[in-house]
């Protein structure tokens, strides 16, 4: 984890992106995104708020939701997770569910 740390730290020096988008909830991910945070890059996470019961995924997951500022979520009880998390209703995204996604548009619902 530390060299993701750090090795992540001088690509976001040198690329200076706008917007780091993470998927999923391995400790490489929060690695990542705790770079990002401290360097104030914002932080979209896809697929917070849900539960891999019996594994250290969900800390690192509920980690990276933290340090997040958008979230998009796969329904509507994640959202409410990631809302019980203390997270702004207003950047929780509701993207996955139904056909929306498989028809290849992106909800603009605010779960």
Not at 28 to 41: H, K
Not at 44 to 63: C, P, Q, W, Y
Request: charged share 25%; proline share 3%.
């Amino acid at each position: 984890m530390a060299k993701c740390l750090s090795e992540s730290n001088k690509i976001f020096k040198k690329m200076r992106p706008d917007l780091l988008i993470v998927l999923g909830d391995r400790y490489e991910i929060l690695a990542f995104a705790l770079s990002a945070y401290i360097l104030r890059i914002p932080i979209a996470h896809i697929h917070g708020g849900e539960v891999t019961k019996g594994v250290l995924d969900d800390a690192f997951r509920h980690s990276i939701t933290k340090l997040s500022h958008f979230h998009f979520v796969a329904n509507k009880t994640y959202a409410k997770w990631v809302r019980q998390l203390g997270e702004n209703p207003k950047r929780i995204f509701d993207v996955w569910a139904g056909s929306r996604w498989s028809k290849g548009c992106w909800s603009t619902n605010v779960a």
